[in-house]
């Protein structure tokens, strides 16, 4: 018995490369480290199709109508569709900066501002994220393939519920659902780093789809319905005026793309080039999301005058077409096509957005067992112990709470960014990130015990909102106030009291870096740049070995001498 587990146990270890400067420790792997240039394969199309797929998506699509049922026009709807798209863009960017210089993602990212084992605490909050968060995905894609399958076999739609009366689905939905999970599963063995090609047949499936329904709902209609030019009907009974819903509307729309953006290094270490990221975040997660929120209240403005009812939902949409084409081939086909690439879509922005971020975040808590892939599919399990359709069918608050989980994001995006752009100056130590021993990131027991009260700080004065929201408890108009504000109010309050409480409590080593790149991360231009010893100059010569010389041929390595990377490298390549 002793020797099976042993066995298993040897299995389920990780391996490294060591020629790949890879470890495998209780606080490393092979998907931690510092990406090296080999693995930084992505161009600005990648970033264009990995922001593509949070766009070209269902939620997307409907997201004027959240703001239209609030009485606000179409132009004050898509005004906050713009504002907060660029909000969006911005602290998007301002994440990712690390990542981008540093190449390290989020999970790592964290330990050098929370402490090693302080890491732990922003890190459960996305995990249980991207749990939920794939679970409900693949719930709505599993609708899209249901479609797909009933615009193959009619009879699909009339298929006998097989399920008991307390379970809150259908047997047509859960056999969507099913077919969904499974076919998924083999995308997830694709390294982040080969996910061109998805990106491209993803991205531009959908965006022709949802194109030829605009243009055919427009052609058959000959112009758009009423609700494209609904004015503002904000009762004049209502406790919130105009400027409150809007801003409420900000909020609710960054909200919703808040754990994107909190977890964006993950992704922006994968770029070649800087420019690449900033470029393809720009084109697509501002524009594209712009573009896509107008299609569809034009699409859905058009479909109610062809059938004299708003259907916002495309799954909807699809099987009422597929209704008024009376079953004919040429009605079938449009609407397979059209759910098929919704529905691809939707799968690779849940394998990208959700399962790869659940297995880097899940590889973060157990480095030694589990690597990106290992993680994702765990993730990917976890949508049949989470059961969607438990929450999204039962709970019709559940899926705007997730959205308000902003709540508790927002502050940790506030440290994060002044803890690197101020307190740091952009300098990380990389030895200092995977081994705790002398650890200048271990702080008191592994924790930064400065960090904790700034982030409580930060969503203290929003939580009331988010708890009266979930519970349908009326709350003081101050307390609603706050919460229609609550992503500014806590990056903002945790981004300044960091700052405060360490300049009256500063840690030791800020600003500090490596002098030599260990893990073979930057290219020599990189390096340069950072004042770092790259790897190409220390191939024949011992870490030790390369100090002592330093001393004696006194070569400067003052952080402050950002030009004298190439001067360096030259003078130890002569030793």
């Known amino acids: 018995m002793s020797k099976v587990i042993r066995r298993v146990k040897e299995v389920a270890v990780l391996k490294a490369d060591e020629a790949h400067h890879e470890e495998v420790s209780a606080w490393c792997n092979r998907d931690l480290i510092p990406l090296p240039p080999s693995r930084r394969t992505w161009g600005w199309f990648n970033f264009f199709g990995c922001w593509s797929i949070s766009s070209l998506n269902m939620s997307t699509w409907q997201t004027p109508n959240t703001f239209l049922t609030q009485g606000l026009s179409v132009g004050q709807s898509m005004a906050i569709v713009v504002i907060s798209r660029a909000l969006c863009t911005l602290f998007a960017v301002l994440v990712a900066w690390c990542g981008l210089t540093w190449h390290i993602g989020f999970t790592v990212q964290n330990r050098y501002t929370w402490g090693m084992r302080g890491s732990y605490i922003p890190l459960l909050q996305r995990i249980l994220l991207n749990f939920i968060w794939c679970a409900i995905q693949c719930w709505n894609g599993g609708k899209l393939v249901s479609v797909c399958i009933t615009a193959i076999w009619p009879s699909f739609s009339q298929i006998p519920n097989t399920l008991s009366a307390s379970t809150p689905t259908t047997t047509y939905e859960l056999i969507g659902f099913m077919v969904f999970w499974i076919i998924s599963v083999p995308f997830l063995l694709i390294r982040p780093e080969k996910f061109k090609k998805p990106f491209f047949v993803s991205s531009v499936a959908c965006g022709f789809a949802m194109i030829a329904l605009m243009i055919w709902s427009l052609s058959v209609a000959k112009g758009v319905g009423p609700i494209f030019y609904q004015g503002q009907k904000v009762s004049s009974t209502s406790k919130w005026n105009v400027s409150w819903l809007i801003l409420g509307g900000i909020n609710q729309a960054i909200g919703g793309k808040a754990a994107g953006m909190t977890n964006s290094s993950d992704f922006s270490r994968y770029a070649k080039r800087k420019r690449d990221y900033i470029v393809g975040t720009l084109s697509v997660y501002w524009l594209v999301g712009i573009l896509v929120c107008f299609g569809g209240l034009v699409t859905t403005a058009a479909c109610q005058k062809i059938y004299g009812e708003v259907y916002w939902n495309p799954p909807d949409l699809l099987m009422v077409m597929m209704d008024h084409g009376k079953g004919s081939s040429a009605a079938r086909a449009g609407v397979f096509f059209a759910a098929l690439s919704f529905a691809f879509a939707s ?229």
């Open 347 to 575: 799968m690779f922005e849940n394998v990208c957005s959700n399962s790869v971020a659940g297995g880097i975040d899940l590889s973060g808590l157990f480095p030694k067992y589990i690597n990106i892939r290992r993680g994702s599919l765990i993730t990917f399990f976890a949508a049949w112990i989470i059961q969607p359709w438990q929450l999204v069918n039962r709970a019709a608050t559940f899926v705007s709470v997730l959205n308000s989980f902003s709540v508790f994001l927002a502050p940790i995006m506030g440290v994060m960014v002044c803890d690197y752009f101020l307190l740091r100056n952009q300098k990380v130590r990389f030895s200092s990130l995977f081994h705790p021993e002398g650890s200048d990131y271990w702080f008191c027991h592994g924790v930064n015990f400065r960090v904790i009260p700034c982030w409580i700080a930060g969503w203290a004065p929003t939580i009331g909102g988010l708890i009266s929201t979930a519970g349908g408890i009326s709350a003081p108009r101050a307390v609603s106030e706050l919460y229609y504000m609550a992503f500014f109010i806590g990056f903002f309050i945790s981004f300044t009291l960091f700052y405060i409480v360490n300049f009256f409590f500063p840690p030791e080593h800020l600003g500090e870096y490596d002098e030599v790149d260990k893990y073979g991360t930057f290219t020599v231009n990189e390096a340069a740049r950072l004042g770092i010893i790259p790897t190409e100059a220390v191939d024949d010569v011992t870490i030790g070995d390369l100090k002592e010389d330093m001393v004696e041929t006194q070569v400067s390595v003052s952080p402050d001498a950002r030009d004298s990377g190439h001067r360096r490298w030259w003078d130890i390549r002569r030793l």
